[in-house]
């Protein structure tokens, strides 16, 4: 039987949202072992002067205990 656990992590990119998960699962892999999954929760903008300056997402990291 394993043991999981779910973290919630924020991730952004001036690129894209795509961009943004992708950034966020890597990191994620940098300080979490043996991860599974992961879900995203939200996604957002930050805007200056009406521009986009940011792609922000919120994310569900799903890793396995030993």
């Known amino acids: 039987m394993a043991i999981?656990?779910?973290t919630e992590?924020?991730?952004g990119s001036k690129k894209s949202f795509d961009d943004a998960i992708k950034k966020g699962i890597?990191?994620?892999n940098k300080t979490l072992n043996n991860v599974e999954g992961a879900?995203?929760?939200d996604q957002s903008?930050?805007?200056e002067k009406g521009e986009i300056k940011e792609?922000?997402?919120v994310?569900?990291?799903t890793f396995i205990l030993k």
């Open 4 to 6: 999981a656990r779910v």
């Open 9 to 11: 992590i924020i991730a």
């Open 26 to 28: 890597a990191r994620a």
């Open 39 to 41: 879900w995203v929760k």
């Open 45 to 47: 903008l930050v805007l």
């Open 55 to 57: 792609y922000r997402v």
């Open 59 to 61: 994310m569900k990291v």
